[in-house]
């Protein structure tokens, strides 16, 4: 298992599919089966996909977490965008400002074990979430 | 990357790719739609058994293709959707309402060959 973390930066739509990828890649190397890799790398696909429509660019972070006696995997999203307004209002499915769906984030956190967000307005979001092996 | 599109008779047949960019999708509902147009064509298969991740543009774009085509007045049947993909979608809150689906490509000619021979 390699113990450092994989960074990649997302500044365009060809860098949500390589996004997806390593998600994916080292969801399976972690030992998640078939079925939460494709959750694991569908999230990814879904933060790498809100830094580009609202910040335009930003960074994922996919790294291994040791849990007290399970292991899993810890994705961080974060840009320096306009950052979200009203979080609460961003977490209700069908909700958007960029024109998407906007049914990312309740998504997103459906398919995870574990979500949290940060956002400052002006100074961008930070998007945290795990999944634990089952 | 470009989604080759297959002529059989009146079927246009699009086989995706794993890692299809959102360029690649938009380049191919444009692509399909006009390929439905010049070849005259009354059903289209979109093949989706490569795709491993289905994320809501990938979903929304697959819905708009399906919608435009029937506004055409012909039929769209998507593919090849695996499990995990399956699950996921709907835990995204993604659906394809309104949009044909079939086990595989064996099965999607079959709905659209008895679909023909009802609007026949």
Do not use: C
């Amino acid at each position: 298992m390699s113990a450092g973390e994989i960074r990649v930066a997302i500044n365009s739509d060809q860098d949500i599919v390589l996004a997806r990828q390593k998600g994916r890649v080292l969801a399976i190397e972690l030992g998640f089966s078939a079925v939460d890799a494709t959750f694991i790398a569908t999230a990814v696909s879904e933060l790498a996909r809100n830094i580009l429509a609202y910040a335009r660019k930003g960074e994922i972070t996919l790294r291994a977490v040791q849990g007290s006696n399970r292991k899993g995997i810890q994705i961080v999203a974060s840009d320096h965008g306009p950052g979200i307004p009203d979080i609460h209002q961003a977490m209700r499915d069908g909700f958007s400002t960029s024109g998407s769906l906007g049914l990312g984030l309740p998504g997103v956190r459906r398919l995870m074990d574990e979500f949290s967000i940060t956002s400052q307005p002006g100074r961008g979001t930070t998007v945290t979430v795990k999944k634990w092996r089952q | 990357m470009e989604v080759p599109i297959l002529k059989q008779g009146e079927v246009l047949i699009a086989t995706f790719q794993a890692a299809l960019s959102d360029a690649d999708l938009e380049n191919l509902r444009r692509g399909l739609l006009q390929q439905v147009v010049r070849f005259r064509s009354r059903g289209v298969i979109v093949d989706v058994t490569a795709m491993d991740v289905m994320d809501s543009f990938a979903s929304r774009t697959l819905r708009e293709i399906a919608h435009m085509i029937r506004l055409r007045g012909a039929e769209t049947v998507i593919v090849g959707i695996q499990p995990e993909v399956a699950f996921a979608m709907v835990q995204l809150g993604m659906t394809l309402e309104g949009v044909a689906t079939a086990l595989d490509l064996e099965e999607g000619l079959a709905y659209l060959t008895e679909k023909f021979k009802s609007i026949d």
